[in-house]
């Protein structure tokens, strides 16, 4: 049923206006909330910070009319949540205890903590390492790793380089977890608002795949621009494209920052973006680091890279430049319909979210300008720096934690937060242990790269075999948290759902149907469960915001 204003009106505008004073209060004595790093409008032109309110005015089948999407990098389920809601509480780090009523979740049971089918048990890991090795999430690999049983970790999802993240006890890490002593905001929105126990990768495979599959559900359609011959074709390369479908990662072919090194790639197909376009729906991927390109006398155009000086543990060292932006993660890119490959920005804060010459994909900044100036996007999703994006190797969780909580605070004061629902989640497992063994809804027949159901398989004789091949899915199992006033407190669902579960959740609060050609939006779980909409008729109170300390994790006084 389509959600319209009726005769509980007047309650919904209190209920906003009670939101706003809260939310100025609270604004006026925790200055320190707002990021000052990309959560600002500091580096935009004074002539760009008028704009008036463009927020598409269309109808919702729910009272959502604003998603924002937090895609973060390369973490399991377990290795976040696995022993949820239960925290070890050592002396020197902050304290977590959950609510007596805190629901049960499928996670990592005694027999799995101290008699695991690995080679290795789960380990426990604290706020102390700051970088970790990153573990291997190839397409294979992880099929290899679960082997049927999820007991083939550290054989085949260990770290694969540099050398010295190769001996024993690397590999044994893969099978670490950190509890909410260490990821203590995410297991406090746990608490506060709905989270899912039963959320899928759509496919195996690294973060390119991950980040395809949230915008279009669908890894096929992947072509070489400029293959180089005689190992390449424009469909076909050995190892990253294979008969047109994508299982590595890869630069995209519209975008100024992609390493021209190799051979770039571009996406055919329709994406939510041409959907959204379709209906007029605004929207827009912002990125840190999403600056500019240069253009030099002879016309030609080359990347502005931006980043901080920090550890990166693939080249041994703290003085990498670890670049805020990197185009592979910028998944719009690899469709020319949705790119903006210079870099250039919106003509005008009042252009967000429409079509113009920055074809909706934007610096962070231009969000929260967007934001201030009430002309908030229907759909946002947020990229964040490389340095807080969780990916190991180069991040670590407590950086991706300053990140999340000072969004989620920021965004939780807005004047739309009562529309408003911030979605977490993940591109892919990172290579990291999950003891559930991923449901087969997708096979393929690969002998060369298919290993999930023996070699060559993905699947079994019973099991209906797709139009693509190298599409076998579900892959990992990833963290999923959605804040929001009308989310379910409290709460863990347990529908099985992927990440086109969340894209498909925006094609349907918009009316935009499906984006076609067997994508896997058509099979995904509805993520609806994890609401309760029925308030606003039951005159019931909304989630209240939840503000914590970005270092911490913990709650903070709102007083």
């Given at each position: 049923m389509l959600f319209s204003h009726g005769n509980n009106l007047l309650f919904l505008y209190l209920l906003l206006a009670t939101t706003i004073i809260l939310s100025i209060l609270i604004s006026s004595n925790n200055n320190w909330l707002i990021s000052t790093a990309e959560a600002t409008t500091n580096n935009l032109p004074l002539s760009m910070l008028d704009g008036e309110n463009n927020t598409s005015n269309t109808i919702t089948t729910t009272p959502i009319k604003h998603i924002v999407i937090l895609y973060q990098e390369n973490i399991s389920f377990d290795h976040y949540f696995g022993t949820y809601p239960n925290a070890k509480n050592p002396p020197g780090e902050p304290k977590?205890?959950?609510?007596?009523?805190?629901?049960?979740?499928?996670?990592l049971n005694s027999i799995l903590l101290y008699q695991n089918p690995n080679s290795a048990d789960p380990v426990r890991m604290d706020r102390s390492p700051a970088i970790t090795c990153s573990m291997n999430h190839g397409y294979t690999a992880e099929q290899s790793a679960y082997h049927g049983r999820a007991d083939k970790f550290v054989e085949y999802a260990g770290p694969p380089f540099p050398e010295f993240c190769t001996d024993l006890e690397n590999k044994q890490l893969v099978m670490g977890y950190y509890d909410g002593n260490t990821v203590t905001a995410l297991w406090n929105y746990a608490q506060h608002f709905s989270m899912s126990d039963n959320f899928f990768g759509t496919t195996y495979g690294p973060s390119v795949l991950g980040h395809i599959n949230l915008i279009s559900g669908n890894t096929h359609g992947a072509y070489i621009v400029n293959p180089m011959p005689p190992y390449e074709t424009h469909t076909h390369d050995g190892s990253r494209i294979i008969n047109g479908t994508l299982i590595a990662d890869r630069d995209p072919a519209f975008d100024d920052c992609s390493n021209s090194t190799y051979s770039v790639m571009a996406m055919e197909g329709k994406n939510i973006g041409n959907l959204l376009n379709a209906k007029s729906i605004t929207w827009g991927w912002f990125s840190a680091g999403f600056i500019p390109s240069i253009k030099t006398a002879d016309g030609q155009w080359h990347c502005s890279f931006t980043g901080i000086q920090a550890y990166d543990i693939f080249n041994g060292n703290n003085n990498t430049q670890i670049y805020h932006y990197y185009p592979d993660v910028a998944p719009f890119q690899f469709y020319n319909s949705t790119s903006n490959p210079h870099h250039l920005p919106p003509t005008s804060i009042s252009m967000v979210g429409h079509t113009d010459q920055a074809n909706h994909q934007y610096n962070m900044s231009y969000f929260w300008a967007a934001a201030k100036s009430a002309n908030m996007p229907a759909v946002s999703f947020l990229k964040s720096p490389t340095f807080q994006d969780a990916h190991a190797g180069f991040s670590n969780p407590l950086d991706e934690q300053i990140y999340l909580v000072n969004t989620i605070n920021r965004l939780q004061q807005l004047p739309q937060w009562n529309e408003t629902a911030i979605?977490?989640?993940?591109?892919?497992?990172?290579?990291?242990?999950?003891?559930?063994m991923p449901p087969i809804v997708g096979s393929s027949k690969d002998l060369q790269f298919d290993r999930i159901?023996?070699?060559?398989?993905?699947?079994?004789?019973?099991?209906?075999?797709?139009p693509f091949q190298d599409r076998c899915g579900y892959g990992p199992r990833l963290p999923m948290l959605v804040i929001s006033p009308w989310v379910k407190v409290n709460f863990v669902d347990h529908t099985l759902t992927d990440q086109t579960s969340v894209l498909r959740f925006i094609e349907d609060n918009w009316n935009l149907g499906r984006t076609g050609n067997n994508s896997y939006d058509e099979k995904a779980g509805s993520i609806l469960n994890m609401f309760d909409f029925d308030r606003k008729e039951q005159q019931q109170q909304l989630a209240s915001p939840l503000f914590l300390d970005p270092r911490t994790g913990t709650p903070i006084s709102s007083k």
């Amino acid at each position: 049923m389509l959600f319209s204003h009726g005769n509980n009106l007047l309650f919904l505008y209190l209920l906003l206006a009670t939101t706003i004073i809260l939310s100025i209060l609270i604004s006026s004595n925790n200055n320190w909330l707002i990021s000052t790093a990309e959560a600002t409008t500091n580096n935009l032109p004074l002539s760009m910070l008028d704009g008036e309110n463009n927020t598409s005015n269309t109808i919702t089948t729910t009272p959502i009319k604003h998603i924002v999407i937090l895609y973060q990098e390369n973490i399991s389920f377990d290795h976040y949540f696995g022993t949820y809601p239960n925290a070890k509480n050592p002396p020197g780090e902050p304290k977590f205890v959950a609510t007596p009523d805190t629901p049960p979740i499928n996670g990592l049971n005694s027999i799995l903590l101290y008699q695991n089918p690995n080679s290795a048990d789960p380990v426990r890991m604290d706020r102390s390492p700051a970088i970790t090795c990153s573990m291997n999430h190839g397409y294979t690999a992880e099929q290899s790793a679960y082997h049927g049983r999820a007991d083939k970790f550290v054989e085949y999802a260990g770290p694969p380089f540099p050398e010295f993240c190769t001996d024993l006890e690397n590999k044994q890490l893969v099978m670490g977890y950190y509890d909410g002593n260490t990821v203590t905001a995410l297991w406090n929105y746990a608490q506060h608002f709905s989270m899912s126990d039963n959320f899928f990768g759509t496919t195996y495979g690294p973060s390119v795949l991950g980040h395809i599959n949230l915008i279009s559900g669908n890894t096929h359609g992947a072509y070489i621009v400029n293959p180089m011959p005689p190992y390449e074709t424009h469909t076909h390369d050995g190892s990253r494209i294979i008969n047109g479908t994508l299982i590595a990662d890869r630069d995209p072919a519209f975008d100024d920052c992609s390493n021209s090194t190799y051979s770039v790639m571009a996406m055919e197909g329709k994406n939510i973006g041409n959907l959204l376009n379709a209906k007029s729906i605004t929207w827009g991927w912002f990125s840190a680091g999403f600056i500019p390109s240069i253009k030099t006398a002879d016309g030609q155009w080359h990347c502005s890279f931006t980043g901080i000086q920090a550890y990166d543990i693939f080249n041994g060292n703290n003085n990498t430049q670890i670049y805020h932006y990197y185009p592979d993660v910028a998944p719009f890119q690899f469709y020319n319909s949705t790119s903006n490959p210079h870099h250039l920005p919106p003509t005008s804060i009042s252009m967000v979210g429409h079509t113009d010459q920055a074809n909706h994909q934007y610096n962070m900044s231009y969000f929260w300008a967007a934001a201030k100036s009430a002309n908030m996007p229907a759909v946002s999703f947020l990229k964040s720096p490389t340095f807080q994006d969780a990916h190991a190797g180069f991040s670590n969780p407590l950086d991706e934690q300053i990140y999340l909580v000072n969004t989620i605070n920021r965004l939780q004061q807005l004047p739309q937060w009562n529309e408003t629902a911030i979605i977490i989640t993940y591109d892919d497992s990172g290579g990291w242990y999950d003891h559930v063994m991923p449901p087969i809804v997708g096979s393929s027949k690969d002998l060369q790269f298919d290993r999930i159901s023996g070699i060559g398989q993905c699947g079994n004789a019973t099991t209906t075999i797709g139009p693509f091949q190298d599409r076998c899915g579900y892959g990992p199992r990833l963290p999923m948290l959605v804040i929001s006033p009308w989310v379910k407190v409290n709460f863990v669902d347990h529908t099985l759902t992927d990440q086109t579960s969340v894209l498909r959740f925006i094609e349907d609060n918009w009316n935009l149907g499906r984006t076609g050609n067997n994508s896997y939006d058509e099979k995904a779980g509805s993520i609806l469960n994890m609401f309760d909409f029925d308030r606003k008729e039951q005159q019931q109170q909304l989630a209240s915001p939840l503000f914590l300390d970005p270092r911490t994790g913990t709650p903070i006084s709102s007083k």
